[in-house]
C-alpha cells in the first residue's frame, strides 16, 4: 500500500508497533461512541483491530512527523449503502483521532490526502463520508474538505446497541477536482 505524506503527517500503513498509541485514543471514551463503537478494552484488543480492520487496503495510520506517533486512522471502508452507478466506483471514508489533537487541523489535512489517493491512484469516481448526529466537529471537517450533503437515515449500530440518525455526504470527482483547481 502507499504512503502518502502531508505537511505534518505521514499515512502509512498499520503495524503491531502501533498498538500502544492506537489504544491511547481508542480507549477515550470520546473517540468510538461518537463513531459507533465501544472504547478499547485492552491493549490486546488494539492489537486485534490492527490486525482485523486496520490492516485491509485503504486504511492508513495518521503518523505526526514530529514525534512518529499514530495519533488516528483514515481510510477507506467500503463501498457505500445507497449502491454504486455503474460505471462509477465509490468507496465511504472513516476516520478517528486522537482527543490530544483535535482543533489542529490535522483531520482535514489528513482527508485531503485520502481524498486526492482515491480520486487519482484509485480511481474512484465518488467518495462518501458521513457521521452520526451529535459528531458535530466530524461534520465541520466533512464540509471543510468539500463534500456535500446527501441524505439522512436511521440505522441499527450493532457495537452500541442502538439506534442512530447518521447523515452521509459524498462529493464526486469533478467536485474535488474543481475544488484543487480553483484553489491552486
Known amino acids: ?44 484488543e488494539s492489537r486485534t483491530i490492527i490486525r482485523d480492520v486496520f490492516s485491509l487496503p485503504g486504511i492508513f495510520a495518521m503518523e505526526l512527523k514530529e514525534n512518529h506517533r499514530a495519533l488516528g486512522s483514515i481510510g477507506y471502508v467500503g463501498r457505500h449503502p445507497a449502491g454504486e452507478q455503474p460505471g462509477c466506483p465509490d468507496d465511504e471514508i ?25 480520486f487519482t491512484d484509485l480511481g474512484l469516481c465518488r467518495i462518501w463520508c458521513g457521521h452520526y448526529a451529535g459528531n458535530w466537529r466530524s461534520a465541520r471537517v466533512i464540509r471543510k474538505c468539500g463534500f456535500h450533503y446527501q441524505f439522512s437515515f436511521t440505522e441499527f449500530v450493532e457495537e452500541m446497541d442502538e439506534w442512530r440518525q447518521t447523515y452521509d455526504y459524498m462529493q464526486t470527482r469533478e467536485e474535488w477536482h474543481e475544488r484543487i483547481s480553483g484553489s491552486v
Not at 498509541?21 to 472504547?39: L, N, Q, T
Not at 482527543?99 to 485520502?114: I, K, R
Open 94 to 118: 472513516g476516520y478517528g483521532l486522537h482527543p490530544g489533537y483535535w482543533g489542529q487541523g490535522l483531520m482535514p489535512e489528513a482527508l485531503e490526502a485520502v481524498l486526492q489517493y482515491g
Open 1 to 44: 500500500m502507499a504512503e502518502i505524506e502531508t505537511a505534518r503527517l505521514i499515512l502509512r500503513p498499520f503495524t503491531p508497533e502501533d498498538a500502544e498509541d492506537v489504544f491511547s485514543y481508542a480507549s477515550d471514551p470520546r473517540v468510538g461512541p461518537i463513531a459507533g463503537w465501544p472504547p478499547h478494552q485492552s491493549m490486546e
